[in-house]
């Protein structure tokens, strides 16, 4: 079966500390690989994405996230965390085998203490 | 400001009324999607339309019916829902495969 996964409930950094949200895969062949931000009353927002190229990708507000093929991992990062990054991580993954189907994780809500 | 707007923001409804969800977008996407949400619970699809014909429908209740009038519009038909049906829904559009989502701020729907 195909699924993602965030062994994380919640995520818990001081500000200024780097902070690390996690997603593993599961899916056959190559996926596309998506963080998304949620914060209350709003819909999701995009952060970054893989699709091919360097393993290491740059995305909005500072984040950036790791893609590990032998690990099959998606690691979400920021080297100084906010207050305002406080709110609810989703990693996503789409098969590129034809469709628009999104499988997403259950989701981590990080919590930056002040 | 979202480039996805979803009307109403609110929606109180009984469980014999007819109502619809209403989504808009203007940039050229050719995939959109309904998705429903529970409180803290990644979002469910419910169906896709790509180039406005219906292409994934995940085995939802006949109670909800989508409409894609055009490429810009999305419409979800809400008749006879369940309590359990109250959530979140979004709406969602995308240029490619590939390509990210852009998510609307969602209709907050609450069944009495």
């Known amino acids: 079966a195909q699924s993602v996964a965030q062994p994380e409930d919640q995520v818990n950094v001081a500000e200024g500390n780097p902070l690390t949200v996690k997603c593993t895969y599961s899916?056959?062949?190559?996926?596309?690989l998506f963080w998304y931000v949620q914060y209350p009353n709003r819909g999701l927002q995009f952060l970054l994405k893989y699709i091919t190229g360097d393993n290491l990708v740059k995305g909005s507000y500072g984040f950036e996230a790791e893609f590990n093929k032998s690990q099959t991992s998606f690691h979400l990062k920021k080297p100084s965390a906010l207050v305002s990054d406080s709110a609810l991580y989703f990693c996503a993954v789409r098969l590129n085998t034809g469709g628009f189907k999104t499988i997403f994780g259950a989701g981590t809500r990080l919590f930056v203490k002040a | 400001d979202t480039e996805v707007t979803q009307t109403p923001k609110h929606l109180v409804m009984g469980m014999t009324n007819k109502k619809s969800l209403k989504c808009e977008q203007h940039?050229?996407?050719?995939?959109m999607y309904w998705y429903k949400q529970k409180a803290k619970k990644p979002p469910e699809l419910m169906f896709v339309?790509?180039?406005?014909?219906?292409?994934i429908n995940e085995s939802v209740p006949s109670r909800f019916s989508p409409e894609c009038p055009n490429s810009s519009l999305l419409n979800l038909h809400l008749h006879a829902l369940q309590p359990e049906d109250s959530a979140l829904y979004l709406c969602?559009?995308?240029?490619?495969?590939?390509?990210?989502?852009?998510f609307g701020d969602g209709t907050r729907l609450s069944i009495l």
């Open positions: 969602a559009s995308s240029l490619a495969i590939h390509q990210p989502q852009h």
């Open positions: 899916v056959s062949g190559n996926p596309y």
């Open positions: 339309y790509s180039y406005e014909k219906l292409s």
């Open positions: 940039m050229g996407h050719r995939a």
